[in-house]
């Protein structure tokens, strides 16, 4: 993208002082309510918007796209930003993690899909995504890119998945470490 | 930054750096795709860039 065309899309950027930004903002979560979308994942979406202007515009992104699967893929792309903007406090100094190198990198993306074949499996055996959705307030979208994708799975949303389907965190979480 | 006709399938990959503070950052990869995926890639870079100016983020190793 060019230079210009980025700082254009600077200008579609939330400024609190914008009276009809809120507006936009409140039509868009009613649109998304809905569609099914939890409220959970609405509300989430809405301080996310208030905080981080890429999120506003993703917001005003899906309102205005009519392509059904990319309007799942920015859905998907809210809630991973809501994962990942959950610390309620930023670390202070550079965080650290651990490296992954690239050579383990295929090994890693074998077992972490073969974690996610016998979850997608327990899920299907408890309900199916749908309902999972609906007790999670995750949004669909954002499950059949968790089980569907070599990413990891974050923590937080296996616990949440643990919590709905009654099971021990143990459960998930064993085989989660062993990745 | 731009990749052209990479990997088995040929495709283009986009890299999204960040230049901070004299830093620079790796934040996001995707495969081109269309302009419309381009333009959501982008809206998730800017909240990269944003926090990364909060200083909240986690680094995965230096290149």
């Known amino acids: 993208m060019s230079t210009l065309a980025f700082n254009n899309s600077l200008k579609n950027n939330f400024n609190p002082d914008n009276v009809d930004q809120f507006i936009i903002l409140g039509e868009i979560a009613n649109s998304m309510l809905a569609t099914g979308i939890s409220r959970e994942f609405v509300a989430s979406v809405i301080i996310l918007a208030f905080r981080y202007a890429g999120a506003y515009d993703l917001m005003v992104m899906w309102s205005t796209e009519t392509e059904s699967q990319l309007k799942d893929e920015i859905i998907a792309d809210l809630q991973e930003e809501i994962d990942e903007s959950s610390k309620l406090i930023l670390p202070k100094h550079l965080e650290k993690k651990d490296y992954l190198h690239f050579d383990n990198l295929d090994e890693i993306a074998k077992n972490v899909m073969a974690f996610k074949k016998n979850l997608k499996a327990e899920i299907e055996r408890w309900g199916g995504v749908s309902k999972l959705s609906k007790e999670t307030g995750i949004p669909q979208a954002s499950l059949s890119r968790l089980l569907n994708t070599p990413s990891l799975p974050r923590r937080s949303t296996l616990e949440k998945i643990a919590k709905a389907m009654h099971l021990k965190e143990s459960q998930l979480l064993s085989h989660w470490l062993s990745i | ?63």
């Open chain 2, 1 to 63: 930054m731009k990749w052209h006709n990479i990997g088995n399938g040929k495709v283009q990959l986009r890299l999204a750096v960040a230049i901070v503070n004299h830093k620079i950052f790796l934040c996001q990869w995707y495969v081109k795709r269309d302009d419309k995926t381009d333009q959501k890639e982008l809206n998730r870079f800017k909240i990269k860039i944003q926090k990364i100016i909060e200083n909240g983020y986690e680094a995965r190793g230096i290149l």
